[in-house]
């Protein structure tokens, strides 16, 4: 098939067109065309052999409506896109000629599904239409502007056709009024992190925590250990014959080359901390208004930042030097503070029953080893050895929460290496705080969104191995569950929301 040029007159729509357009998404549309006419000639306009379009109608009709402008109504659309102003001066005057002569007489590029019958045309028509894909929204935060995205068309965090504002967000709305209320998630047993409405308010969040004078991507790091985590692994043999540690190590014996390639891995795996937006639903759930919190394997601030932002005290106790450094610096002026000890000695600097929220993720044993200190629950030689860990943690922890208060411990279970059975930690966490009086009150499953689990998922079946793409929520109440809700604040729900909960696929609650 051969692609044509005719006059833009010539061709028709086609009534029949299941896809439609909104307003914005035209202008958008319009725009981009303006600015790429070249994608034109790679996306001609499929016509049958009565010039009707079977393919391209929002092309064609963004032909017709730049038809329909003057010059200086191009030249201004154009003046005002970011794409046409990161041009040079002259592909700009090629660009703005290009439109002044193809105003003179507007044609389109078209190609004819001459071969296809009637039957096969109107299974072309939705199939052109489809999108059998999905994006990674990790890797679209990572790797591109979001203005650029938006102004391109991508829908990406709009999934569900609402603006931002709808989803209850400008930028400095997370706090404040009624907004922060409308923003909300469905109070159902999964979290589904893939969600536009998630990813929108995550970078938001996000934006929020890397405006503290650190770069966006040190912001979200850890200690190089962690961040270099298969470089650190794979040189632990050398550094021990060198006895030096790996900052000496990385800066004196790893070359630029392998530098930039394990840079590269972190931007493609993207930043794999804490999620603010469960760290904000976890606050606004099972919290209380300008509430304590605390968390004994504390890590990076991302849920003291969160916690402290909406208004709590948060204590977080963290095993690493360097990290409850970097911690403070970023929290320096909030309620927020960080402790450098052991997390077993919790109760040492937190008064017995003074908090109102104990929030924790802990190591996920060896999963992702933190430092060589021994007590670092992460290197431990055995399993049994760390669960000691993190039960005289935890123990200490409980004891610091008042009555009648949640404890929310974010886990995800992991495999045995050698054998490859699951250890069943969200059993054992569990079995924990139940021995220690504190019963399980609701368990929630975030999904997560990830290229990496993607690529891994189909090597994983070889061996029958289901990609995990989850973690556990467990909340825990300390206390009786029926005086909750004398203690805890009415969440009010407007009908919209209720509305929303019920249209949103997927959030169908199961009869209990
Ligand atoms: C999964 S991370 C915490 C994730 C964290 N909530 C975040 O925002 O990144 C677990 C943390 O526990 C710390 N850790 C390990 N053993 C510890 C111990 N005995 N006491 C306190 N912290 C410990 C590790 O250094 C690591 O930073």
């Known amino acids: 098939m051969k692609t044509e040029i005719v006059k833009l007159s010539q061709i028709t729509t086609n009534a029949a067109n299941p896809r439609q357009i909104k307003d914005e998404k035209f202008t958008k549309l319009v725009n981009s065309i303006l600015v790429l006419p070249k994608m034109l000639e790679l996306r001609p306009i499929v ?20 038809a329909e402008m003057s010059v200086t109504d191009i030249k201004t659309r154009l003046e005002n896109n970011r794409d046409f102003t990161k041009k040079t001066p002259a592909e700009q005057a090629v660009l703005l000629e290009y439109w002044q002569k193809w105003l003179d007489k507007p044609t389109a590029i078209i ?34 502007e979001t203005e650029d995205l938006d102004d391109w068309g991508v829908d990406v965090w709009q999934k569900d056709d609402k603006t931002d504002e709808d989803n209850g967000f400008p930028s400095d709305s997370i706090r404040s009024g009624t907004l922060t209320e409308r923003f909300v998630v469905p109070p ?45 692994q794979r040189t632990q043999q050398h550094r021990k014959s060198l006895g030096i540690g790996f900052g000496e190590y990385f800066e004196k014996h790893i070359s630029d080359e392998v530098k930039e390639k394990e840079n590269a891995k972190i931007l493609s795996r993207g930043v794999s901390l804490l999620d603010p937006v469960m760290s904000e639903i976890i606050c606004k759930w099972f919290g209380m208004e300008n509430c304590k919190t ?17 208004g709590n005290e948060f204590t977080g106790i963290e095993l690493r030097q360097e990290q409850v450094q970097l911690n403070n610096e970023r929290v320096a002026g909030m309620t927020a503070k960080y402790i450098h000890d052991d997390g077993q000695n919790v109760a040492v600097h ?11 993720c802990p190591p996920y044993y060896d999963l992702e080893k933190y430092s060589d200190l021994e007590n670092d ?24 929460l008042k009555n009648e208060r949640f404890a929310v411990i974010v886990v995800g279970d992991i495999r045995d290496k050698k054998t490859g059975f699951y250890y069943n930690f969200t059993d054992d966490v569990k079995r924990i705080f139940i021995e220690n009086g504190v019963a399980l009150y609701n368990e929630l499953i975030l999904i997560e969104s990830g290229a990496s689990t993607v690529l891994r998922a189909a090597k994983y079946m070889e061996t029958r191995k289901i990609a995990k793409m989850h973690q556990n929520i467990l909340v825990f109440y300390k206390g009786n569950p029926k ?18 909960f019920r249209v949103d696929s997927g959030n169908e609650p199961f009869e209990d």
């Open 483 to 500: 005086n909750i809700k004398k203690k805890f604040k009415k969440i009010e729900y407007a009908s919209e929301d209720l509305e929303s």
């Open 350 to 360: 937190i008064e017995a029953d003074s908090q109102d929220l104990f929030f924790s």
């Open 188 to 232: 159902f047993s999964i979290l589904d992190s893939r969600k536009g409405y998630w990813q929108a308010r995550k970078k938001i969040w996000r934006t929020k925590i890397g405006d503290m004078g650190e770069s966006r991507n040190d912001a979200l790091t850890q200690a190089p250990e962690l961040k270099y985590k298969d470089l650190y």
């Open 111 to 144: 190609i004819k599904a001459s071969e296809l019958s009637d039957a096969e045309q109107r299974e072309f028509i939705i199939k052109d239409n489809a999108s059998f894909g999905e994006w990674d929204f990790d890797m679209l935060a990572n790797e591109w």
């Open 294 to 310: 605390f968390d004994c394997f504390a890590g990076d601030s991302v849920f003291g930042y969160v916690s402290s932002y909406l």
């Open 47 to 66: 016509v049958d052999s009565a010039l009707t379009a079977l393919g391209g109608n929002m092309r064609y009709r963004g032909l017709l409506s730049i």
């Open 377 to 400: 629950a992460s290197n431990q030689d055995g399993y049994k050895d760390f669960l000691v860990i993190l039960e005289n943690a935890f123990k200490g922890a409980i004891s610091c």
